[in-house]
């Protein structure tokens, strides 16, 4: 019965690499979003789709590029990974109202 | 551009007391207020959210507050309980076209057995 589901939920590689996150909602909700928090747990919006269409971008590294195949999916691919990328990424998706989040992925790149 | 700050960064309190969490925030055209519990390790668990023409939201032991035009909202926790130790995030969704979350800096709250 999980609302919002991330995968995975640790994340280990190594510098140059390139890595996906998976996102999916079951609320039915039309607008989803992916958050950075760093190291200091402040939390930074990155990227807001609304049925499948990008609306937000929030000037993210083009080696960041998010994919909705559905409005139910939000997934997020990761090229070039590099030490400064390391953090916890949220995966949200936003009734008329209110905003519900996912568990979080925590990325370690080495 | 819409700035959240959160007043303490951290607070450490015995068991049963009442305490009081500060958000404030530069522009005062929000659409609403959502107030955030976060866990260590965990992710985000919404705890009240205030639309921009409320003036107070209830649940439990919580009472968050907003006073639009002076940019502030305060969330307040009644008899607290070491369950209650995360951190707490104040975030405000703006009435622009993107309508998107800009989220406090966080308090980070220990209350002691």
């Known amino acids: 019965d999980t609302a919002v589901s991330q995968t995975p939920k640790y994340l280990v590689t190594q510098m140059g690499n390139d890595k996906s996150i998976k996102c999916e909602q079951n609320l039915g909700h039309d607008t989803m979003y992916w958050y950075k928090q760093d190291s200091k747990k402040f939390l930074k919006i990155m990227f807001s789709y609304n049925n499948k269409e990008l609306i937000i971008n929030e000037t993210v590294p083009n080696r960041f590029s998010p994919k909705s195949p559905d409005k139910a999916h939000l997934n997020l691919h990761i090229n070039s990974l590099e030490l400064g990328d390391s953090a916890v990424y949220f995966c949200?998706?936003?009734?008329?109202?209110?905003?519900?989040f996912g568990p979080g992925t925590r990325l370690t790149v080495l | 551009k819409q700035e959240v700050t959160q007043i303490p960064a951290a607070l450490s309190v015995p068991e049963g007391e009442n305490l009081v969490l500060n958000c404030s925030f530069t522009?005062?055209?929000?659409?609403?207020l959502q107030w955030f519990r976060q866990d260590p390790g965990k992710g985000l668990t919404s705890l009240l959210l205030i639309q921009s023409s409320q003036r107070e939201q209830t649940s439990g032991r919580l009472n968050a507050s907003l006073d639009k035009s002076s940019g502030r909202s305060t969330l307040y926790i009644a008899a607290s309980q070491p369950g209650d130790s995360a951190t707490y995030l104040c975030a405000v969704r703006g009435s622009g076209a993107t309508n998107k979350l800009i989220f406090g800096t966080g308090t980070l709250l220990a209350v002691q057995p």
């Open positions: 522009d005062s055209a929000i659409y609403n």
């Open positions: 949200a998706s936003k009734s008329s109202r209110e905003q519900f």
